[in-house]
């Protein structure tokens, strides 16, 4: 079994759901630290990110890292590591943004009273 990838975030995060969707997605195993509850993890964040508890970081079994990766960079990484990721992948990524923008449509439309 390959070794996990360490993803860091907190649950207020709105970047996770994404991230762990596409790691879902491509069947990818992962642990999962939330900072809030773990100040070593909130340290090790820190010293990722210039001081900074920016998540989701993911840290990768080569030692590398990415901080609130776009589903674009997330799923370059991921092919590089040699798991295949499919066509959901930026679906699953961009879901926020397309559910956001529907109901911006939809609070537009109505405003203008074209619903």
Not at 34 to 48: H, Q, S
Request: charged residues 15%; glycine residues 10%; aromatic residues 10%.
């Amino acid at each position: 079994m390959p070794t996990p990838i360490t993803l860091y975030g907190t649950p207020a995060c709105p970047g996770l759901p994404p991230v762990r969707g596409l790691l879902g997605q491509a069947k990818v195993p992962y642990d999962y630290i939330d900072i809030t509850r773990d100040p070593a993890a909130a340290a090790k964040v820190r010293a990722l990110n210039d001081g900074n508890e920016s998540v989701p970081t993911l840290v990768f079994p080569d030692g590398s890292s990415l901080t609130e990766p776009s589903a674009g960079q997330l799923k370059e990484k991921l092919e590089s590591l040699g798991y295949r990721v499919g066509p959901l992948a930026w679906f699953i990524g961009n879901a926020w943004r397309i559910v956001t923008g529907a109901v911006i449509l939809y609070a537009l439309l109505h405003f203008f009273e074209i619903l």
